[in-house]
């Protein structure tokens, strides 16, 4: 039997949300899924063809092997794993954590394991380290996560529909080096900030208050310290905010910019400019308009 896995990507932080708010995005990854033959078979097209390991080191397969694992199970030794991608990798858009909630799903459908979301999603925040992608990832639209005893309790948040635009440019950051460029401590004020803004966040997506989600997305843990080491990323902020988006946060650690426009209208205007900022630092960037996904990862019998 063929299963289908679709997951979304997501865009976690929101600004002030650090590694604790997260927020599904209605571009996905699809993952074919059979016990078929005697070896490993995986292939992939789309975003991250030629880059993404096609043994048993790729990041699905190990996850894979780790639910099995967890469960007390084996995974037949013929599996074949086909990956249509459109989640661009490395981008701040959870290309891993829609690879991890693949795997967990692919496990528990080939080895017959009940579908028990608590266990999937503590599973995935142990081996992703943080579930503020993983949540939305799973269950969709936004999504509040903690871990606490490595058990994870998220909950769905009230979310309105909200114009938004991923602006990626061409500049390699991973999640390791944007983690480095954070201080070790904080001042209290800077927490203080934070824990007031993240509660107006909520507030504001939830009502699809624009005027509030200006000030709301502001932060003081982490955009400091990642902005100014991606080229052009400051002016291409202001230049949004220009242009007629409402507010721009990093998209996870980033390279890639949320942006939330005011409108759809303000779409070509916004996208352009961005697009030219990045240009004039040096990079070539893309543009995605997804709208919130509400629901979040799937398995289907195909």
């Not at 063929?2 to 708010?21: K, M, Q, S």
């Not at 994870?152 to 061409?170: C, G, H, Q, T, Y």
């Not at 509660?199 to 990642?226: E, F, N, T, V």
């Amino acid at each position: 039997m063929r299963y289908l896995i679709r997951v979304p990507a997501t865009t976690a932080n929101l600004g002030p949300g650090f590694d604790c708010l997260g927020l599904a995005l209605d571009l996905w990854n699809d993952v074919e899924v059979e016990a078929a033959g005697d070896s490993l078979i995986i292939t992939v097209e789309g975003e991250g063809a030629g880059k993404i390991p096609l043994d048993r080191s790729n990041t699905i397969f190990k996850t894979m092997q780790l639910y099995a694992k967890r469960h007390h199970k084996t995974l037949p030794n013929g599996i074949k794993l086909h990956c249509r991608n459109r989640i661009p990798v490395g981008s701040g858009l959870g290309s891993s954590s829609a690879a991890i909630v693949s795997g967990i799903l692919a496990a528990s459908v080939l080895l017959n394991i009940p579908q028990d979301t608590a266990d999937q999603l503590d599973c995935a925040a142990q081996i992703e380290g943080h579930p503020d992608n993983v949540g939305p990832c799973l269950l969709g639209g936004l999504v509040t996560a903690i871990l606490s005893d490595h058990k994870v309790i998220a909950r769905k948040l009230e979310v309105a529909s909200l114009s938004l635009m991923i602006v990626l440019p061409d500049y390699h950051f991973p999640t390791e080096t944007a983690r480095a460029a954070l201080p070790k401590e904080l001042p209290r004020q800077d927490a203080i900030f934070n824990l007031g803004h993240l509660g107006l966040l909520i507030y504001a997506m939830g009502r699809g208050d624009l005027d509030l989600l200006a000030s709301a997305m502001q932060d003081k843990l982490h955009q400091p310290y990642r902005i100014p080491v991606i080229p052009g990323a400051a002016q291409a902020i202001t230049a949004a905010i220009q242009n007629g988006a409402a507010s721009v946060a990093l998209s996870g650690a980033g390279p890639s910019l949320l942006i939330v426009l005011h409108s759809d209208s303000y779409r070509s205007q916004v996208g352009q400019a961005v697009t030219e900022v990045y240009k004039a630092a040096g990079l070539t960037s893309r543009v995605f308009t997804p709208e919130i996904a509400l629901s979040g990862a799937s398995i289907s019998i195909i």
